[in-house]
């Protein structure tokens, strides 16, 4: 099924049959990923009295609850809310889902205890370019980010500066496979959650950032349409399924 688009005046093409998801599904095990200091997610049959809410013991459908925490549990696409004391939904923030997005893979360097993306490895690896919205994979990128236990591992991230830049150049939209943007341990300052959202200065509503993704070696760095798809939470953030497609 082939999609024709005109974007900034420039027509293309993808193919919506063939869509790349580089989303991490929730699985109520401990082959979830978890940050945080959480527990796995549960996913468990109601209970009332006799009756439990399973085909295999005798209900006439499986009816579940779900517990978990979009922000600790698996991808997910939040919007300023998650860092302003009044709310903000990222169901309200973000109203549209496709955006002409930047594939880039970076290797995080040492910096005293510390691994860090910096200002310098972004505007390189963009080579020029401005989307809308980046993806960035970050090296080493085996399949165990589908499961890793991220709490107490002090995790890469991105420099403030990093952040500014990306705000500055006009991006709207930044995912990628870490389960923060900041520091795990950082006296709460989120440095480049503000810097991205440019908060409180003059607060980027529309921004978003999505957290914990999984992009496989198979796909490889260039330009692509993104569909970013959220759950419908009124909620500061969402579980999301990131598509990617590749331009024809």
């Known amino acids: 099924m082939i999609a024709t688009l005109e974007i900034d005046t420039i027509t293309k093409k993808i193919d919506l049959s063939k869509p790349l998801d ?6 109520a095990s401990l082959e979830n ?15 009332e009295g006799d009756w439990i809410g399973k ?3 005798g209900a006439s459908v499986n009816f579940n609850t779900i ?3 979009p922000h600790a549990h698996g991808t997910h696409t939040e919007c300023i809310g998650h860092i302003t004391s009044e709310f903000h939904s990222i169901n309200q923030t973000l109203k549209n889902f496709f955006f002409q997005a930047e594939l880039i893979t970076v290797i ?9 993306i910096s200002k310098e490895q972004i505007k390189k690896a963009l ?3 401005k989307p809308e919205a980046i993806i960035i994979r970050t090296m080493p990128n085996s ?27 006009g ?9 923060s943007v900041d520091r795990e341990k950082d006296d709460g300052k989120l440095l480049a959650h503000k810097a991205f959202w440019n908060y409180p200065l003059a607060p980027r509503l529309d921004a978003t950032i999505t957290e914990f993704i999984y992009v496989p070696a198979s796909i490889l760095d260039g330009c692509y349409m993104l569909n970013l798809q959220i759950a419908s939470f009124e909620n500061d953030a969402t579980p999301s399924k990131p598509i990617l497609y590749k331009f024809i």
């Open 22 to 27: 580089i989303s991490i599904p929730l699985n």
């Open 33 to 47: 990923p978890i940050a945080w200091y959480l527990n796995e997610p549960k996913i468990e049959p109601v209970k």
């Open 55 to 57: 085909v295999s013991e």
């Open 67 to 69: 517990e978990f925490n």
């Open 108 to 116: 995080p360097y040492e910096t005293g205890d510390d691994l860090v």
């Open 127 to 129: 080579n020029g370019n």
């Open 143 to 169: 399949d165990t980010k589908k499961s890793k236990k991220y709490s107490n591992t002090n995790w890469a991230y991105l420099l403030e500066e990093a952040a500014l830049y990306l705000k500055e150049v």
């Open 171 to 179: 991006v709207k939209h930044l995912l990628i496979d870490l389960p």
